[in-house]
């Protein structure tokens, strides 16, 4: 199983922290079941960015990203060439390195 390793985050995963997921997982719940409360407000239907990642390692791995997550991306704060939205990843058989990114476009955090 891949090795997906979530990068220090302030609030969210202070220490960082590393785990195997399936291959052909969504990264979002798996992220979630790993005990990191990624926001999703829209429960994991693409359609905003709080679940927005940076993919560090492991990016050309993945699925190719749809129209409908491109268009949504192009929204979120700190976007890079390596941004993804979590909830449409499709973990493949490489090890990641994922980013989460210290803001979102969200006013409130969402209680999940």
């Not at 390596?82 to 499709?90: E, I, P, T």
Request: hydrophobic fraction near 35%.
């Amino acid at each position: 199983m891949p090795i997906i390793k979530i990068l220090p985050h302030e609030s969210l995963c202070p220490e960082g922290k590393t785990f195997e997921a399936a291959t052909g997982a969504q990264l979002c719940e798996s992220i979630l079941a790993n005990g990191i409360s990624l926001e999703h407000a829209c429960e994991m239907s693409c359609a905003c960015t709080t679940c927005h990642v940076v993919i560090k390692e492991g990016f050309n791995s993945l699925n190719e990203s749809d129209d409908d997550e491109d268009d949504l991306l192009d929204m979120a704060w700190g976007l890079t060439p390596q941004s993804r939205l979590a909830c449409q990843v499709k973990v493949a058989q490489k090890d990641l390195v994922v980013e989460l990114p210290k803001y979102t476009i969200n006013h409130a955090r969402e209680n999940h």
